[in-house]
């Protein structure tokens, strides 16, 4: 079974340019998770889909950021204009809404922001 | 609000030595609680989890976990560690509840020295 699939890797941009990360999750899960994770910290979720709709983004800073999941699969994660502060490892998650708890993370992509 | 708190920040351990990571959570609810573990260059992986039921949990790497309610803890343990334990250990909680966003502590970084 393939995991939670997350691109790009790496990415390094100037502050005040737009940036963009893509999110597949393991086929069949429901709910879609988008975390950061600043440099000696937990993940914090930023938001929640459940299939397409986002239920949860009261953690998202929606005057530079945003997010979408196109027909409950793939999902999108945007950030214009990006700022210093932003250089973070972004995840996603993925898990089986209704049956599990259990959530499965991708690799990440670690952005930064010069 | 919901918190989780990992009390030691980076442990150094010699093979063979035995481990306790500690990690308490505060939160008025039935929560499920979770050991991620993220190897070097990798993503993190569920190391442990607890639902519900037998509150001596066992994982993966012959890592096993105790549940006391009484103190809100969830620690970590694991007899004997090997070199191949060096990694970063987080400890996260998220309500009874399917779907919903895991709340992490800020990690511990476990070295390994052989």
């Known amino acids: 079974e393939a995991g939670v699939v997350q691109s790009p890797r790496y990415k390094i941009i100037e502050k005040k340019q737009p940036v963009a990360f893509w999110c597949n999750p393991i086929s069949g899960h429901n709910t879609l998770y988008w975390y950061r994770q600043n440099l000696g910290q937990g993940p914090e979720l930023l938001i929640r889909?459940?299939?397409?709709?986002?239920?949860?983004d009261s953690q998202l800073p929606k005057d530079r950021f945003s997010a979408e999941r196109l027909k409950g699969v793939d999902s999108t994660l945007k950030i214009q204009p990006a700022e210093l502060g932003d250089s973070a490892v972004y995840l996603c998650?993925?898990?089986?809404?209704?049956?599990?708890?259990?959530?499965?993370f991708g690799p990440g992509t670690r952005l930064t922001v010069t | 609000a919901q918190s989780v708190s990992q009390h030691n920040h980076h442990v150094i351990l010699s093979e063979a030595a035995s481990l306790e990571l500690g990690c308490n959570y505060s939160?008025?609810?039935?929560?499920?609680l979770f050991w991620y573990v993220q190897y070097p260059g990798q993503h993190l992986q569920l190391l442990l989890k607890?639902?519900?039921?037998?509150?001596l949990v066992k994982g993966i790497k012959g890592f096993e976990a105790e549940f006391i309610k009484s103190k809100f803890s969830f620690n970590l343990r694991k007899p004997s560690v090997q070199w191949s334990d060096t990694a970063e250990y987080f400890c996260?909680?998220?309500?009874?509840?399917?779907?919903?966003?895991?709340?992490f502590g800020k990690g511990t970084t476990l070295s390994v020295s052989s």
């Open positions: 998650a993925s898990s089986l809404t209704a049956v599990s708890y259990e959530q499965y």
């Open positions: 607890y639902f519900s039921g037998d509150p």
């Open positions: 939160y008025g609810g039935t929560v499920n």
């Open positions: 889909y459940e299939n397409e709709e986002a239920v949860d």
């Open positions: 996260a909680v998220n309500a009874h509840q399917a779907g919903t966003a895991l709340i």
